[in-house]
């Protein structure tokens, strides 16, 4: 396997990646009994602050449950091709007709696998988790296993 390549390699000119609009599919609370359908919109900021940048986006459930979120995400770059995006987000939930999670504020933690086109956009597998980080009294949390698609946003 490549090593981690320098983000200068990996990204196209100088370093920067553009601004990237994230459509994602998937299987949602695939550990419990409330399982739903899941689409989700992201905006993927494309500058970096330190090492991360910024995400904003919503999903929504079969059984009506949404959530709107904003927070942070890391590209590592695997060679040219491959890019693991870790990414952490608060936000605002509603169950509808889905699990309940315990209360409005909920937090949303993922991790993807893209495989990167020459055209940047990117084509992922990832997994989710949501909880609220037991600051309510009832924390039974869910998980999602989906397909992402990445299309780059204007170029750089």
């Known amino acids: 396997m490549t090593a981690v390549a320098p983000a200068a390699q990996a990204q196209d000119k100088g ?3 553009p601004s990237f609009l994230a459509i994602s599919a998937g ?3 695939i550990a419990d009994d409330h399982d739903a359908f899941e689409g989700r919109v992201e905006y993927r900021h494309g500058e970096k602050f330190w090492i991360f940048k910024p995400v904003v986006g919503v999903l929504a459930t079969s059984d009506e449950a949404v959530m709107g979120y904003a927070g942070v995400l890391v590209d590592i770059y695997f060679g040219r ?3 693991l995006t870790p990414a952490f987000t608060p936000g605002l939930y509603r169950k509808g007709d889905g ?9 949303k933690s993922q991790i993807e696998l893209s495989y990167r086109f020459d055209n940047r956009s990117r084509l992922g597998v990832g997994i989710s988790h949501i909880s609220n980080a037991s600051i309510y009294d009832s ?3 869910t998980e999602t296993v989906f ?3 990445t299309l780059p946003l204007g170029g750089r």
């Open 99 to 107: 699990k309940d999670l315990g209360g409005t504020i909920e937090f």
């Open 15 to 17: 370093g920067v990646d």
């Open 27 to 29: 299987y949602h609370d």
């Open 147 to 149: 397909l992402t698609y």
């Open 81 to 83: 091709r491959w890019v």
């Open 139 to 141: 924390n039974p949390g």
